[in-house]
C-alpha cells in the first residue's frame, strides 16, 4: 500500500510538472500568435501617402495606428502628402495637403487622420450616426462654410481609440469609404 502511494505520488508530481510546462509552452504560443497577429495587422498596407510617414509614427505611438487605404482626391492628378502634425504615445494626427510643407492653410488642405486614446475626458460622440464596417457605429458631422469651408469629420471609437477622419468640404459617402478602408 506504501509503495503504491509512492508509485501514485511520482505519476502525480510527473503529471504536474508536464502540465505546469505544456501551459508554459502554450502561453508562449498564444502571446507568439498575439504578436505575429498584431505584426500582420501593422503590415496591412494604407494608402502610398502614409509610407513615408509610417516609420516615425510607429515610433512616437502606442496606439493602435488605423491609416485609411482610400483618400477622396487622390486620383493621381493631384499630389498628396501626410504631414504628421502631432505624435505622442497616445495619438497622432496626420494632415493631409496638396503641398509638402501644407500647414493647414486653406489652400493646401484637403483633410485629416487623426486618433487618441479614450480617456474619462474624451467628450462623447456626436453627430449623425453612421454605420461603418464590423458593425461599428461613426458620427458624421458636416461641413460649414463662411469665408472658408471646414473639414467633415468622421469619428469612431474602436478598441479604446477614438479615430477621426476629416475632408475640407467633405461627402459623407468618401468618408464612410475612407473609415471602412481604415477599420477594414
Known amino acids: 500500500?506504501?509503495?503504491?502511494?509512492?508509485n501514485t505520488s511520482a505519476v502525480c508530481a510527473v503529471f504536474l510538472l508536464v502540465s505546469v510546462s505544456s501551459f508554459h509552452m502554450s502561453a508562449i504560443a498564444t502571446v507568439n500568435k498575439q504578436s505575429q497577429l498584431i505584426a500582420q495587422q501593422s503590415k496591412t498596407p494604407s494608402h502610398p501617402?502614409?509610407?513615408s510617414i509610417l516609420p516615425k509614427l510607429k515610433q512616437k505611438t502606442q496606439i493602435r495606428i488605423l491609416l485609411p487605404k482610400f483618400i477622396p482626391e487622390s486620383?493621381?492628378?493631384?499630389?498628396?502628402?501626410?504631414?504628421i502634425e502631432a505624435a505622442t504615445q497616445k495619438k497622432y494626427e496626420i494632415l493631409l495637403g496638396f503641398t509638402p510643407d501644407c500647414s493647414g492653410g486653406t489652400a493646401c488642405r484637403l483633410g485629416v487622420?487623426?486618433?487618441?486614446?479614450?480617456?474619462?475626458k474624451t467628450p462623447r460622440l456626436t453627430g449623425k450616426p453612421v454605420s461603418l464596417a464590423k458593425g461599428i457605429t461613426g458620427?458624421?458631422?458636416d461641413f460649414t462654410c463662411g469665408a472658408n469651408c471646414s473639414d467633415a469629420?468622421?469619428?469612431?471609437?474602436?478598441?479604446?481609440?477614438?479615430?477621426?477622419?476629416?475632408?475640407?468640404?467633405?461627402?459623407?459617402?468618401?468618408?464612410?469609404?475612407?473609415?471602412?478602408?481604415?477599420?477594414n
Open 1 to 6: 500500500m506504501i509503495l503504491s502511494f509512492k
Open 49 to 51: 501617402v502614409f509610407k
Open 75 to 83: 486620383d493621381g492628378e493631384n499630389p498628396i502628402y501626410a504631414i
Open 113 to 120: 487622420v487623426y486618433a487618441e486614446a479614450v480617456t474619462r
Open 139 to 141: 458620427y458624421f458631422v
Open 153 to 183: 469629420t468622421l469619428t469612431w471609437r474602436q478598441q479604446g481609440v477614438q479615430y477621426v477622419v476629416g475632408i475640407k468640404a467633405g461627402e459623407r459617402t468618401s468618408l464612410v469609404k475612407m473609415a471602412n478602408s481604415a477599420i
